[in-house]
């Protein structure tokens, strides 16, 4: 039965990564809007600190941890930190991540590293470090920041393609994992966004007529258009959902 605290978050703890500004700050801010105390991860002290801000101008009950999610005992410690001065995180959003492009005949391969650190060590690390307290309380819920480049390619992006490939199959994986153990694990898959990482794609004229030819929307996406799905995804409402990825494109995905 569908209720009024269906779609309702309050209570619950959520841990957002990568969440100082653009989509992750978008995210969190919707999760906190849900009734959600927010826990912003980020490496920038300064960064964290704006945006946490910001968000408790809006009346919204915000944490800042800084850590980096490349580092699995970083990861480690503090998840346990949260989770003993805090409370049990319930939900964690997957969100940090990065772009470097390039031909991919003269990737740099220190950059192939940093970018798998980045968008895929980063999903196992704190998802897993998260999991092990979520198992034993037989509850959960993990969204993994995925991509419309889990599904298609373009030219000068194969290694962050391969990148969000795998976060999806890794998405597709913890929830066969860890769905017997009531724990729901769902990737979100963004499309074009105004975001400050598309700053100079937003400008390219040339870019965003294409872009906008190719999207059924017809628009960029803005970030506020993620959180309504995020929510849907960290509810009750999404108790069977699992393993899934949810495109929120503007219909990218489904056009040739």
Not at 66 to 94: H, M, W
Not at 160 to 186: F, Q, R
Not at 201 to 220: I, K, N
Request: proline share 4%; with cysteine.
């Amino acid at each position: 039965m569908i209720t009024s605290t269906s779609f309702r978050l309050d209570g619950r703890i959520a841990l957002v990564t990568g969440s100082s500004g653009g989509i992750g700050f978008a995210l969190a801010r919707g999760l906190g809007q849900a009734g959600a105390t927010v826990v912003l991860n980020g490496r920038n002290a300064g960064k964290l600190e704006q945006a946490a801000a910001a968000l408790r101008g809006e009346g919204l009950q915000v944490h800042t941890r800084v850590f980096d999610v490349t580092q699995a005992a970083s990861v480690q410690a503090a998840v346990d930190d949260i989770e003993s001065t805090l409370g049990a995180i319930e939900i964690l959003v997957n969100n940090a991540g990065m772009q470097i492009r390039g031909p991919l005949q003269d990737f740099p391969e220190p950059d192939w590293h940093q970018l798998m650190r980045t968008n895929v060590d980063s999903v196992f690390f704190v998802g897993q470090a998260v999991a092990r307290k979520m198992i034993p309380r037989g509850r959960g819920k993990i969204i993994n920041i995925c991509s419309v480049q889990s599904e298609l390619g373009r030219p000068g992006i194969a290694p962050y393609t391969a990148s969000k490939g795998a976060v999806k199959m890794l998405t597709k994986g913890m929830a066969i994992d860890w769905g017997p153990h009531g724990i729901n694990v769902n990737g979100l898959g963004p499309g074009y966004f105004k975001t400050e990482l598309t700053e100079k794609l937003v400008a390219d004229e040339q870019f965003t007529a294409w872009l906008l030819g190719r999207t059924p929307s017809r628009r960029w996406g803005d970030v506020e258009d993620l959180a309504g799905a995020a929510v849907f995804l960290a509810s009750d409402a999404a108790g069977f959902v699992n393993g899934h990825i949810l495109y929120v494109d503007g219909g990218v995905t489904a056009t040739l």
